[in-house]
């Protein structure tokens, strides 16, 4: 009985130390010393990215991207890579009928080495409150965005109504998604 509990002992001992990395390994990246820097340098290109849009400044505005970015739009259809993504809004911003966001709220995270970050945001914009997130990374000493993802928000309790609401065209486009 001795050696069975000593070995389930060690057993257990094993498991609790590899547990333990493994759980260092798996948790979010601790910030780099210094990002302060970096965090201001970034919020400022976010702001110059939304007044470049609320101006209709073409050029830009999609010179924030990085090359290969991608852009994902509150319609569930709307994941464009850059060049199609300026394709679709080039007409809005020839006409002078762009989107005109504003931070209410700003949260950025760092990768390890900060040449990566993501961000999460809350925007005022002509839909009420949105939410921007994404990725940036750093080229040649600038912030460019990688990835963006503007949503919608749905306070909880009218959620059952739009998604009454939503219900018919989702289906069908859930539908479609699925073969």
């Known amino acids: 009985m001795k050696i069975h509990s000593g070995i389930f002992l060690l057993s257990l001992t094993v498991i609790i130390l590899f547990s333990c990395k493994e ?3 798996n948790a979010p990246s601790s910030q780099p ?5 970096e965090k201001k340098q970034i919020s400022s290109m976010l702001d ?4 470049a849009a609320a101006n209709a400044e073409y050029d830009r505005y999609f010179n924030y991207y990085a090359e290969g970015a991608t852009f994902n739009g509150t319609d569930a259809t709307e994941n464009w890579d850059k060049k199609a993504f300026m394709a679709w809004a080039k007409p809005f911003f020839d006409k002078k009928t762009t989107w005109n966001f504003s931070v209410l709220k700003r949260n950025i995270y760092f990768g390890k080495q900060a040449d990566i970050a993501w961000f999460e945001e809350l925007l005022s914009t002509q839909m009420k409150i949105c939410r921007g997130s994404g990725v940036v990374v750093k080229q040649n000493d600038q912030w ?11 306070p909880n309790n009218v959620l059952d109504t739009v998604i009454k609401i939503k219900s018919p065209e989702e289906d069908s486009l859930i539908s479609q998604l699925k073969r």
């Open 33 to 37: 010393a210094d990002v302060t820097g």
């Open 144 to 154: 460019k965005v990688q990835q963006y993802v503007l949503s919608t928000t749905v």
């Open 23 to 25: 759980g260092k390994e």
């Open 48 to 51: 110059s990215f939304n007044i």
